[in-house]
Structures are given as C-alpha cells and as structure tokens.
C-alpha cells in the first residue's frame, strides 16, 4: 500500500496477556518510530529505528516492552502481561530521514487502539 | 520527556476568524515540524521548518520560527470548520540527535 500500515486497528485484551502491534511502514522509509498517545494527551516517544542502527529505546516505559523491525521493514511491538495503563493508541511513523538527511517529515499509520481490561 | 509544549491547549474560535498557536521547545534542533490530528488517530504533516529559517508559508499557513527563544508559532487564516482539530509541534533534539518528540497539543475547535 501507499501509507503506513497498523494492525490490528482495534486490540482488547485482558490484563495480564500478552499482545503484539504491527506496523508496515511505507517502502524504502529506512526511519521507523513508535509512539503512544493516551486519551486526549500528546505522543510519547517510545521507540525509533533508524536504518541498520541499534535502536534507540528509551522511550519504552517498562521491559514489559519490546520492539523488533526485521530486514528494515515490518516492526512490532510487544508488550508481555499487559496493564490497564497500557490501555491508549499506539502509532507508528515512519519517513525517509537517514543519519545525514534529517529533514523528512513522518507518515503515520491510523494506530491501534489497545484496551486491556 | 516532552521536547515541546504547545500553548493554549484549547482554542476556540469562529469560522473565518485567524487561529495562532504557539510551540516553545528546550534544546537545540534542527528542524520543527507541525502536524494535525483529526479524531485521535493518525497525524498529518502540515509543515517543515528549518532551523536556519525565520518563516514560512503553505496555503492558509504560516509558521514562524525563534530560535533565540526556542519558540515558533503556527497562523491558520481564514479558518474554516474542517480545521477543527489537535495540532502538535514536533522537534529533534540537534546536532545528530534526529529523533523527533512531540508536545501536548493545541486542541482548536472552528465554529461554524
């Protein structure tokens, strides 16, 4: 597709689960970010892959949470025994911003809503 | 941590009427973008302003850029009541940090 990908669209799982997010991010975009966004509150970073760079994780709240990005492509996070906080949407972007080029803006995929009950 | 902090976080105005909002950031960048959410799901880029740039203008927008005081501001004229929505600013963090942090949002409702 032209855009960047998520799924699934909608998540409800209960507490305690384990859940995986995907994101297809849009082809040749070597930059790959996560983001959460808790009702009615901004984004907060939580991961960003950047080419074949490590990964800059600081953002994940808890090793509850991981995110792999195979051959430079899909990503996903997941999150293991899931919380009720962890309940928002999770983004993610990607663009075509490289280690020299930082001036590219990011597409976003619709998100997915997670709701942990 | 948030890099940016938009200000009002809610604004609301009547069509036709200019909205400005306003993004103050703490370190150095190399660029500030804007971007807008609608229903609070996926944003979309609006504009990109370089660190060396002062102004810039994109249809009924203008952004506007302080360096000196770690600020920018976005002007929406002539709004209109399909802009009703959340706007973020967006920052890296200088030099080779690229990774881009949002603030909070300014949440602007046009009516009709």
């Known amino acids: 597709g032209a855009g960047v990908s998520q799924s699934p669209s909608n998540k409800v799982t209960e507490k305690g689960k384990d859940v995986e997010l995907r994101c297809d991010p849009i082809s040749g975009h070597t930059a790959l970010y996560w983001y959460r966004q808790s009702l009615g509150q901004g984004l907060e970073f939580l991961i960003y892959f950047q080419g074949n760079s490590a990964p800059d994780k600081s953002g994940l709240p808890s090793d509850r949470f991981s995110a792999e990005r195979t051959g430079g492509s899909v990503s996903t996070l997941t999150i293991q025994r899931t919380q009720q906080e962890d309940s928002a949407v999770y983004l993610c972007?990607?663009?075509?911003?490289?280690?020299?080029?930082?001036?590219?803006?990011?597409?976003f995929g619709s998100g997915t809503q997670l709701s942990v009950l | 941590s948030q890099q940016g902090e938009e200000d009002p976080q809610a604004l609301s105005i009547q069509e036709g009427e200019n909205a400005t909002m306003n993004c103050s950031y703490k370190?150095?960048?190399?660029?500030l973008q804007w971007y807008r959410q609608n229903s609070g799901r996926g944003l979309v880029h609006l504009i990109l302003?370089?660190?060396?740039?002062r102004e810039k203008h994109s249809g009924r927008l203008r952004v506007t850029l302080d360096t000196s005081k770690k600020s920018s501001s976005l002007l929406i004229t002539a709004s209109r009541a399909a802009d009703t929505a959340s706007y973020f600013c967006a920052t890296d963090g200088g030099g080779s940090n690229y990774k881009l942090t949002f603030g909070k949002g300014t949440l602007l409702t046009v009516n009709p």
């Open positions: 370190t150095s960048i190399n660029n």
């Open positions: 972007a990607s663009s075509l911003a490289t280690a020299t080029a930082t001036n590219e803006k990011l597409f």
């Open positions: 302003i370089r660190s060396n740039e």
